[in-house]
């Protein structure tokens, strides 16, 4: 998918993702940050972060901010 300025995107998966999975991707914007899409639905919509909240999201996931809890592992 490009952006307004008519930009190809990147695309990534992450490597924890199998083929039978379904899985976010993710794509640097040129701006900086990061878009993210539905692998399931690469023509979809999209989110886009800027370069702040993205560094917040991934501060948070390394973390464990998003980690389930014992109970939520069952």
Do not use: H
């Not at 307004?4 to 039978?20: P, V």
């Amino acid at each position: 998918m490009s952006d307004a300025n008519g930009t190809q995107r990147e695309w990534r998966k992450s490597t924890y993702c199998s083929a039978s999975s379904t899985c976010v991707e993710v794509a640097a914007l040129p701006e900086g940050g990061a878009a993210i899409r539905d692998g399931k639905d690469p023509q979809g919509a999209e989110l886009r972060f800027d370069a702040a909240e993205w560094a917040a999201f991934v501060a948070a996931v390394k973390a464990g901010e998003f980690d389930p809890s014992p109970a939520e592992r069952r």
